[in-house]
T-cell receptor, first 114, second 115 residues
Framework: AQSVTQPDIHITVSEGASLELRCNYSYGATPYLFWYVQSPGQGLQLLLKYFSGDTLVQGIKGFEAEFKRSQSSFNLRKPSVHWSDAAEYFCAVVTTSGTYKYIFGTGTRLKVLA | EAGVTQFPSHSVIEKGQTVTLRCDPISGHDNLYWYRRVMGKEIKFLLHFVKESKQDESGMPNNRFLAERTGGTYSTLKVQPAELEDSGVYFC?????????????FGPGTRLTVT
């Protein structure tokens, strides 16, 4: 079955520290992968996406993610976290048979310490 | 350009009552999706409209849920009668009129609490 796993429910980092949020997927075909962020009171905002090509993808707000097919992973990284990055982050894969619908992970809530 | 809007932002109802959630997609977006997040769980797909037609409603939990999109513009999701397990955040998303695994634009969600 198609699934997305985000092993870390909560992560706390200090401002200025580096960040890596883990995402593993299970999908038979070529995956189309996304990272979204939800800040309080806001909708889900797209950070970045991977469809094909370069496996290191750059996104908005200084985020990047690396697609590793051998590990079925699409981890999100940021070299230096800002207090405004505190939010919930969702990894998703989109199905390509029938409706193009998202399968989401359970989300990782990021707390940033001043 | 206005984003996806949802109304209300929060609704508290008693078990057995009816609630209607509304979603206004981005203008010109033919594709409209409903998703739901039950507390502590992942966001799950409910259904997909293309204009006014239901393309996929495989995620609808049961027949207490009814989604409509009259005229291919805004959509409503009615829950009747509501049960405790219906509590959660209901997200709406839309995407432009083209096929493919493209980005979906999400609204802020409606938090439904059934007591």
């Amino acid at each position: 079955a198609q699934s997305v796993t985000q092993p870390d429910i909560h992560i706390t980092v200090s401002e200025g520290a580096s960040l890596e949020l883990r995402c593993n997927y299970s999908y038979g075909a070529t995956p189309y992968l996304f990272w979204y962020v939800q800040s309080p009171g806001q909708g889900l905002q797209l950070l970045l996406k991977y469809f094909s090509g370069d496996t290191l993808v750059q996104g908005i707000k200084g985020f990047e993610a690396e697609f590793k097919r051998s590990q079925s992973s699409f981890n999100l990284r940021k070299p230096s976290v800002h207090w405004s990055d505190a939010a919930e982050y969702f990894c998703a894969v989109v199905t390509t048979s029938g409706t193009y619908k998202y399968i989401f992970g359970t989300g990782t809530r990021l707390k940033v310490l001043a | 350009e206005a984003g996806v809007t949802q109304f209300p932002s929060h609704s508290v109802i008693e078990k057995g009552q009816t609630v209607t959630l509304r979603c206004d997609p981005i203008s010109g977006h033919d594709n409209l999706y409903w998703y739901r997040r039950v507390m502590g769980k992942e966001i799950k797909f409910l259904l997909h409209f293309v204009k006014e037609s239901k393309q996929d409603e495989s995620g609808m939990p049961n027949n207490r849920f009814l989604a409509e999109r009259t005229g291919g513009t805004y959509s409503t999701l009615k829950v009747q009668p509501a049960e405790l397990e219906d509590s959660g955040v209901y997200f709406c998303a839309s995407s432009p009129p083209r096929t493919g695994p493209y980005e979906q634009y999400f609204g802020p969600g409606t938090r439904l609490t059934v007591t």
